[in-house]
């Protein structure tokens, strides 16, 4: 009978939290007698609920005397003063890298274990850290949450769009010590002191180049092992770089974060933006030593060089024919294979060379990329049996 007299299960009227009947709600009220006014939530001494009146109040009453950063609770400012002190109390007993809070001894220790707890309930890819795993699961829901307030650009991580809002800051916060030079990530800057301090710690086994992050040393590695882990869903196309995987994508997407304020031209590649800038600015910064000639592009002062040095250094297998530079060698090799990559979606011919097809749309579109601005058309320079002058 009691089964059928039970009683109903109880809510907390301040917390909301559940109860299987009254008497373990009294004994939960007993136990957390503190009350928030704003929010409701309980605790069960005064001290945790004035610390948690900080949270609506806006208050940080702890403040590091050596950056001037405040914290909520004193514990957190325990935490942050070993940033300055370099204490690293938790080390791990296989490799002996030592951390600042035990949580994060505890995500290393999965490195050596291989242990993944985080599962994606999607895909099924285990990850270390729950946090992980949270940002993850935005790529199979599509949230972003951080939204760049200058440009709208929205980010998974909090991290990069710290990183995006550099662009727009033209910020460069990690300076080294020794020449002042500036960085935009910290990263590079670690990376950066190599050369003041010639410490290389990660060198590579098979060839000796050191490197001065080990994320740079496995990327180098799978050039010996041949692994290119980023394929491309789209056309195949494998990347031994994430780096390199994420821009190859924007050929797909048609993405071009970079637009020229002065024309209005935009472009795939950071570094293709920063060349055709120069043609604004008329800035060539590659300059021949011996003729003096100079360059916008560090590859035309490569090729140019070979005038002066008489190089050739690129040979044809099948004939023997050198050239300057490989894009010449690649376009000649079509020669021998038949190779013609550049069709007009007009009429079907194709082309060796890009150039070549541009010049044969002229056809189609009627558009002639040179033409005179004194006459309408050249023909009628020819019937008048007068020069025409191109500008």
């Not at 460069?172 to 010590?177: A, D, I, S, Y």
């Not at 079907?348 to 070549?356: A, C, D, Q």
Request: hydrophobic share 20%; charged share 20%.
């Amino acid at each position: 009978m009691r089964i059928h007299n039970r009683e109903k299960s109880v809510n907390c009227p301040r917390c909301e939290k559940c109860f299987p009947n009254k008497e373990t709600l009294a004994i939960h009220s007993k136990e957390c007698p503190h009350t928030c006014p704003q929010c409701g939530k309980s605790y069960k001494s005064k001290i945790g609920l004035t610390a948690h009146m900080m949270i609506h109040t806006g208050q940080s009453p702890y403040t590091c005397v050596q950056c001037g950063k405040s914290f909520l609770y004193k514990t957190s400012l325990k935490l942050h003063m070993r940033i300055h002190t370099g204490e690293r109390p938790h080390t791990c007993l296989q490799c002996g890298k030592g951390f600042i809070k035990k949580q994060n001894l505890t995500e290393h220790i999965r490195i050596h274990t291989g242990e993944r707890p985080y599962t994606c309930p999607q895909c099924g890819k285990g990850f270390i850290k729950k946090q992980n795993l949270t940002e993850h699961i935005r790529i199979h829901t599509g949230e972003r949450p951080y939204t760049c307030p200058q440009c709208g650009k929205s980010f998974i991580q909090k991290q990069t769009l710290t990183q995006h809002m550099i662009i727009h800051t033209a910020e460069h916060p990690h300076t080294c010590p020794q020449c002042g030079k500036s960085y935009k990530r910290k990263g590079d800057l670690t990376a950066h002191m190599v050369i003041h301090t010639g410490q290389s710690p990660h060198t590579c086994v098979q060839c000796g180049k050191i490197f001065g992050q080990k994320c740079n040393l496995d990327n180098h590695m799978r050039v010996h092992t041949g692994e290119r882990p980023h394929i491309c869903a789209e056309c195949g196309k494998s990347f031994t770089r994430k780096e390199s995987y994420k821009l190859h994508l924007r050929i797909h997407t048609g993405e071009r974060p970079y637009t020229c304020l002065q024309c209005g031209k935009r472009f795939t590649y950071k570094e293709s933006f920063e060349v055709h800038m120069r043609i604004h600015t008329g800035e060539r910064p590659y300059t021949c030593p011996q003729c003096g000639k100079s360059y916008k592009r560090k590859s035309d002062l490569t090729a140019h060089m070979i005038i002066h040095t008489g190089q050739s250094p690129y040979t044809c297998v099948q004939c023997g024919k050198s050239y300057g530079q490989k894009s010449s060698l690649n376009y000649h090799m079509r020669v021998h294979t038949g190779e013609r990559p550049y069709t007009c979606i007009d009429c079907g011919k194709s082309f060796t060379k890009k150039s070549n097809l541009k010049t044969h749309m002229t056809i189609h579109t009627e558009k002639i990329p040179h033409a005179c601005v004194d006459r309408p058309s050249s023909s009628n320079a020819m019937q008048m049996n007068k020069p025409c002058v191109l500008k």
